[in-house]
């Protein structure tokens, strides 16, 4: 596949990824209240990886080598302990729709990581669309939130660990399969998360409705397992700092998903702040972004390749 396939498969996987990801502050948002945050934190990662160990079993995939273990901890630090425990603390006070906006800063932070961990070098024209829609979604946020909070630093230190984990898993994806990735990472962490959410497990579990225990297993299966083929593929095959900017649209797929099963309101200065962050993915998509060999090989032979 040349380089325009792979990036258009990129960008059509990780659309995918987005939605699935953009029905997790919901999801969450409909378990805490009942199930507590810490539990719905240890519950999602255990189920997750019970999923996750049944997958590498069955397909009898080997353990992966030394070479991968940074990108576990990565992976393990990030998406599975990270995003979980933090979102689910700040859904205890905020609604799905602020978390969904906060969260919008991931693309910014997911170009961040790639750069740090992967070696991506994006030109100028694409930090500057980055910079525009994250000026947009910070606007956009200002205007509907009226200022910070604790849940907001909750929202940030989640997205963060998102970032970090994203780096990894893409890295890994680059030498297996994506859900491969993603499961040896939920399945090392049941040691831990597997003890903890029988330890946390409700006193009365009867207590909670099946809405909220439906929604436990729904981020289980969907955000935090089946949705890293997509995201993790997508990142590898387009990208991490370009495929990463469609997160700049999972806010507004979040604000849909919120107001049809929250009840959540979105106004018509969403869709205007929907319409602004559409261009801005779509000025970062056509700017360029190298990987660090490729970077070298210009400095070294600076004609060779054509200006950004």
Not at 140 to 150: D, K
Not at 162 to 174: D, F, H, N, Q, S
Not at 242 to 247: D, E, L, N, S
């Amino acid at each position: 596949m040349d380089e325009t396939g792979a990036i258009r498969r990129g960008y059509a996987l990780g659309l995918v990824g987005v939605i699935i990801f953009s029905l997790s502050l919901p999801g969450t948002r409909l378990a805490v209240p009942e199930l507590g945050a810490e539990f719905v934190t240890a519950g999602r990662a255990a189920l997750a990886g019970l999923l996750s160990l049944a997958y590498l079993l069955l397909g009898r995939r080997r353990l992966p080598g030394r070479r991968h273990w940074r990108d576990l901890g990565l992976v393990i630090g990030g998406v599975v302990i990270g995003f979980p425990l933090f979102t689910a603390f700040a859904m205890r006070e905020v609604e799905a729709s602020h978390g969904g906006v906060v969260l919008s800063l991931l693309p910014l932070m997911t170009a961040g990581t790639g750069a740090l961990f992967a070696g991506e070098r994006p030109s100028l024209r694409f930090w500057l669309a980055a910079l525009a829609g994250t000026a947009v979604v910070l606007a956009f946020m200002l205007y509907r939130a009226g200022g910070f909070s604790q849940a907001d630093l909750y929202l940030a230190l989640a997205g963060l660990g998102a970032a970090i984990g994203y780096a990894g898993g893409a890295r890994m994806t680059a030498h297996m399969p994506a859900l491969e990735a993603i499961s040896w990472s939920l399945a090392l962490a049941l040691p831990v998360s597997l003890p903890l959410m029988l330890v946390l497990w409700p006193a009365e579990p009867a207590a909670a409705g099946l809405v909220a225990w439906g929604a436990l297993g729904f981020v289980a299966a969907f955000p935090q397992f089946i949705g890293f083929f997509f995201w993790y593929g997508g990142l590898a095959a387009g990208g991490i700092a370009r495929v990463g900017q469609m997160q700049l649209l999972q806010v507004y797929f979040t604000l849909g998903f919120s107001a049809l099963l929250l009840g959540e309101r979105v106004g018509p200065v969403t869709w205007v702040a929907a319409l602004l962050t559409v261009v801005c993915v779509w000025l970062g998509r056509k700017a360029p972004v190298r990987a660090r060999a490729e970077v070298a090989a210009h400095l070294s032979h600076p004609d060779a390749s054509g200006r950004d």
